[in-house]
Each structure stands twice: as structure tokens, then as C-alpha cells.
């Protein structure tokens, strides 16, 4: 397989090496290449599911939340970076990092991406019916957002609080899915995702952010610049601050607690180790911060099995 037809960001991983050739295309297109998007998608949801299930006091069905979930993140991450694809194939073509993508790179026509686009739309379809009617309707309802998400970055500095709105709904799903509600708490849980959000992806964005000025691309990133540090340590703050008033709320116990002082911890670690003028760092550092979630997960998980019994 040649280079030039090889995502400049995403190379030497299965897509490449295993995938049948006429497939790499859309498996790239939908980032099947790349799962750390479809974890952050997919943590929120996992956080939602397991505080959820500590109110109910029953872990019985959270572990088929938890792979519908994972399912349904799975697809739906793939259909959401397809349609910005879509959106994007102009100023993809025009920065470094993105203009080997497959539209760009001519390997797949907007029809097809289109074509691709509604069949993982189908796939979430049939994974989102398998919960209850609200949340059905909870689900339906975050498609406006994915729609608009693509265009943010044209008119406003902070196309990552759209990004955190739509990666974050996870949060209130999980309410929705087990107790046919959202709660106070699923609202506050929702508030500190979004603000961790805004702050790893504005670590993601510095990967772009010259080339982003240079095209009149906004981002958060762009803005904060030099002040990128005591930026980040404010939205991490308050992503934690605002999750710890879900927990509150929810009645948690301190193994969630705990999950959540190492992922305060992890944050922490994060900003320290940035360095914005590094792009190869500033990919690793958000990256870890599937590990971070993670971590809080495993808090909430443990608090949610001890409730339970």
C-alpha cells in the first residue's frame, strides 16, 4: 500500500495492515483507525450508567448498558466523524494533518461518504431501540447538535463547548436508559463533562493550530495560546468540581469518591506535562485522557456494585 494513500495522522494500525483494500477508505473515514474518539464518546455514557444504577440500587442489566452502549458509541462516533468529513472535505484539504483523508485524497465521492454515513446512522438506529421510549427520544434528540458541530468552528472561538455538548449527552443517557429519568444529578454530571471536554480538546487542536490561522479556523486552542496552561487548569477544575456535585446528588459512596480524586490527579498530571508547542506530546497527552475516564469509571462502577448489595 502506498503512503499517499494512508491518512497522514493514522498510519502503520490494523485499517493499514489487515483491512481489505476497498474497505480502508471508509474504516478511515469513520476513524475506525483511531478509537480513542469513540472512548470519549463512550466514558460519559459509562459514568451516566454506573451513577445511575447506584441511585436504582441495582447493577442487574448494567452490563448489557454497558455493551449497548459501547456498541452504539462505537458506530455513532464513526457516523459523526463521516458527516464532518463531509462538511470539512474543503479545509481538510488545505491543512497538513487532514488532506490525505479519504474524501480530500479523492479515494471516496460525497456521495458514497454519504451513502456510508446513513448506514452506521442505521446501525445506531437499532442499538438506540433497544432502550426504553424517553431515552429513545433522549438519543434522537443529540442529532442536532452532531449536525451543527462540523460549521462552529467557522463562527465561533469556542467550537469545543459544541464538541462538549455532543460528547457529553452520554451523561444523560445513562439516566435515561436505566431509570427513565434524567436527575439533578445527570445534569451536573452532563456540566463537568462538558468542561472536561472543552479542555482536552483544546489540547487536540494545538495539533492544528497553525494551520488553522492560516485559514481562519477557530478554535479554543487559537485563543488561549500562551495561556493554554491556566486555561485548562480552570475547565479540568471545574469539570471536577461540577462532577463532584453529581456525585453528591446521586448519594455516591467513597469508592466513586476515590475514582474521582485520581481522575482530579490525572488531570492535574495532564496540565503539567503539556507542552502546546509539541504536537506529538500534546496527541499523547489527550489521548490519556481515555484513561482518565476510565479511572473515574471504575470509582463509580465499584460504588454502583456496593450500593447494590
Known sequence: MSAAARVADSTGNWVDTVAPSWSRPYLRLARFDRPIGTWLLLIPCWWSAALAA?????VSRLPLFIVLFAIGSFVMRGAGCTWNDITDRD????????RSRPIPAGQVSV??????????????????????RFA????????????????????TWWPQIVLGLAFSWGALMGFAVTLGRI???????YAGSISWVIGYDTI???????????????????LFGARTRPALLSFYGLAVVLIGVALWLAGSGFPAWIGLAIFA????????????????????????????????????LADAVMRAN
Open 136 to 155: 429513545v427520544a433522549t438519543g434522537i434528540a443529540s442529532l442536532m447538535i452532531v449536525a451543527i458541530y462540523p460549521f462552529m468552528k467557522r463562527i
Open 54 to 58: 447506584g441511585v436504582a440500587h441495582d
Open 111 to 132: 456521495r458514497q461518504a454519504l451513502a456510508f454515513l446513513v448506514a452506521q446512522v442505521l446501525v445506531g438506529l437499532a442499538v438506540l431501540l433497544q432502550f426504553n
Open 204 to 222: 487536540y487542536a494545538h495539533q492544528d493550530a497553525e494551520d488553522d490561522a492560516l485559514i481562519g479556523v477557530k478554535s479554543t486552542a487559537r
Open 91 to 98: 479545509l481538510d484539504a488545505m491543512v497538513e494533518r487532514t
Open 265 to 300: 490527579a490525572h488531570l492535574v498530571w495532564q496540565t503539567a506535562r503539556l507542552d502546546i508547542s509539541d504536537t506529538v506530546l500534546c496527541l499523547r497527552v489527550f489521548k490519556s485522557n481515555r484513561d482518565a475516564g476510565l479511572l473515574l469509571f471504575a470509582g463509580l
Open 183 to 189: 436527575d439533578a444529578a445527570a445534569l451536573w454530571l
